[in-house]
C-alpha cells in the first residue's frame, strides 16, 4: 500500500496518498479565519500541513487518529518539510487502509524482545534487586511492548521502549566485558526500569500525547515513587531499593535535562551515558536512512538543531 513514504519525499514533489492524522490543532490566522495545524504521519515519517479556511466541519472531520487521503506539494517553511494541501477528504471503508498501515513499528519482534528483557533479569544475581525487576516487568508486560520510548525525538514507535531496553541492555553487556568492575545487577535494573514510569506519563501508542500524571509529575518522580510501593509490596528492604530509585532519578544526568539528582554512584553514570548513546543513534540511524550519500538530513532537534551528512563512500 506504501509507496514510498513522506520519510522519502524531496521538497517540490508532489503528492499524493493516504495519512495518519498524529495531532489536530485550531489555529486563526491574521486575516481572522480559522485553519488546523495538521502532525500527519505515516510508517516513514511525520510531516506538518496546514488547512486554511478551516470549516466547522473540517475541525470535526479532521481529528487526531482519522486517516485522509490527501494531494499536495511538499513545500518548505522556516527551514522544515510542510505539506501545501491542494485537496482532503477522510479515509472510507472501501480504500481498505487502516491505522496500523501508518504506524511505525521496532524493527524487532516482540516476543524477541521480551526474551531479550527476560534473560537479563535471569543473569541478575542479587535477590532483592532481580525480585523488585521482575514484578515490574510482569506488572507492565503488554504496555512495556508495545509503546513507544518517547512522544518524538527516539524509539517513537510501536514497541520502541521495548526496543530500547533491549539495545541499551546489548551496550551494557559489552561495557561489563571491559569494564569487569561494573555491577551488572544494578545495571540491567537501572535500564529495565528507567523509563518505565513513561507508560504512565505517555498516552498510548497511536497520537502519543502527554497524560495529565505525566505533565505534572514526569515520569522521573512517578516511578521512584512506585519503585519504593512494590519494594514493600515484596517486603524487600535494604541499599538495593534506594540505588534503584536513584538510577531512575538520575538517568537524564542534569538538573536542566530533568534529573532531580546527578548520577552519585557508577552505574548511575554509565546507565545515563548508554541511554544518550542509544537514544541518539536512533535518532541518527533513521534520519540517514532517509537520504542519499553526499545529503545532509533536515536539522534535528534532539540533536541541538544540527542537519548531519552521509558521507559518499557509505554503502547503500
Do not use: C
Not at 40 to 67: C, H, N, P, Y
Not at 155 to 181: N, Q, W
Not at 193 to 203: P, Q, T, V
Amino acid at each position: 500500500m506504501m509507496k514510498k513514504g513522506i520519510g522519502h519525499y524531496n521538497i517540490g514533489d508532489s503528492f499524493e496518498d493516504f495519512m495518519l492524522i498524529k495531532e489536530a490543532t485550531k489555529g486563526v490566522a491574521s486575516n481572522g479565519k480559522p485553519f488546523l495545524t495538521l502532525i500527519l504521519r505515516d510508517v516513514t515519517g511525520e510531516i506538518d500541513a496546514k488547512l486554511w479556511d478551516a470549516s466547522k466541519d473540517d475541525e470535526e472531520t479532521f481529528i487526531a487518529e482519522q486517516i485522509i487521503k490527501l494531494k499536495g506539494e511538499v513545500n518548505q517553511f522556516r527551514g522544515r518539510a510542510q505539506l501545501k494541501i491542494f485537496s482532503i477528504r477522510p479515509a472510507n471503508p472501501a480504500d481498505g487502509v487502516q491505522v496500523s498501515d501508518f504506524i511505525e513499528k521496532a524493527p524487532v519482534k516482540k516476543e524477541v524482545l521480551m526474551e531479550k528483557i527476560t534473560e537479563a533479569i535471569f543473569e541478575m544475581q542479587n535477590p532483592s534487586i532481580q525480585r523488585i525487576v521482575r514484578a515490574f516487568v510482569t506488572k507492565y508486560q503488554e504496555a512495556l511492548l508495545t509503546y513507544p520510548a518517547a512522544s518524538k525525538n527516539h524509539h517513537e514507535y510501536v514497541s520502541g521502549l521495548a526496543h530500547h531496553i533491549v539495545s541499551m541492555l546489548s551496550i551494557a553487556k559489552e561495557l561489563h566485558i571491559l569494564y569487569p568492575k561494573l555491577n551488572k545487577d544494578l545495571l540491567y535494573a537501572g535500564i529495565i526500569l528507567h523509563d518505565l514510569g513513561k507508560l504512565k506519563e505517555l498516552s498510548g501508542v497511536v497520537s502519543t500525547t502527554y497524560t495529565l500524571e505525566g505533565k505534572l509529575l514526569g515520569h522521573i518522580s512517578m516511578m521512584v515513587e512506585e519503585i519504593g510501593q512494590i519494594a514493600k509490596e515484596l517486603q524487600v528492604e535494604g541499599e538495593e531499593v534506594v540505588i534503584l530509585q536513584h538510577l531512575v532519578l538520575s538517568h537524564h544526568g542534569k538538573a536542566e535535562w530533568g534529573s532531580p539528582k546527578p548520577p552519585l554512584v557508577r552505574e548511575a553514570e554509565v546507565l545515563h551515558l548508554i541511554d544518550l548513546i542509544d537514544a541518539k543513534m536512533n535518532i541518527l540511524n533513521r534520519a540517514l536512512d532517509k537520504v542519499n550519500p553526499g545529503e545532509f538530513t533536515a536539522r534535528l532537534f534532539a540533536m541541538d538543531n544540527r542537519s548531519f551528512y552521509k558521507p559518499l563512500f557509505e554503502e547503500n
